[in-house]
């Protein structure tokens, strides 16, 4: 059952993030296209010398489709959130079946479920905010492999490094934000002597 219950998550959070790039994607088309100054980089329309939209608007449709995409943006984004929390909550939720049937202090329990909590807390206002830079090293990736098939050999020396970068910050990543750890670390400077 806890497998099925976090595929579903990851599928959930997966199709908020698809669903999000793709209305950012429509947002910025739409906006290029529904009004005559559009600045694209940062995604808001240009105003006219009076300050609105009158004569600004070059399609009426294409202002239809902005409006829409613009007020699904932050929804798919609040979707994205809770699946990112919800994953986390998942990915700790053994350990702290762990704690709360171990043999242990109460107070000690109350402190390791403390750092689990803080683990899933820092897990999560890490990865929201990184999801444009795991787009980018999706798009880098699949670049360089799109150049390594058509003939660019050294790209794919340049993707084994990214690979091995990734791996490298994500296991970093896991061992930073890890519960135990952060328990350890508090510990180690804060416990009782």
Known sequence: MDTIVHAAVEIAGASAGAA???????????????????????????????????????????????????????????????????????QSASRIQAILSSKDDPNIKAARLSTEVSSVCLRSAVEIPASPVIAIDWALRNSLGFAQSHGLRSAGDWNRALQALNTAVGTRFESITDGNNIYLVVQKYFGRP
């Not at 829409?68 to 979707?79: L, R, T, Y």
């Open 20 to 90: 999000e790039n793709a209305l950012r994607s429509v947002r910025v088309l739409s906006g290029l296209e529904a009004f005559r100054d559009y600045n694209w980089i940062q995604n808001i329309r240009v105003v006219n010398s009076a300050g609105d939209f009158r004569g600004m608007v070059v399609s009426s449709r294409w202002a239809a489709v902005f409006q829409f995409s613009d007020k699904a943006v932050p929804i798919a984004e609040k979707v994205g959130a809770y699946a990112t929390i919800a994953g986390n909550v998942l």
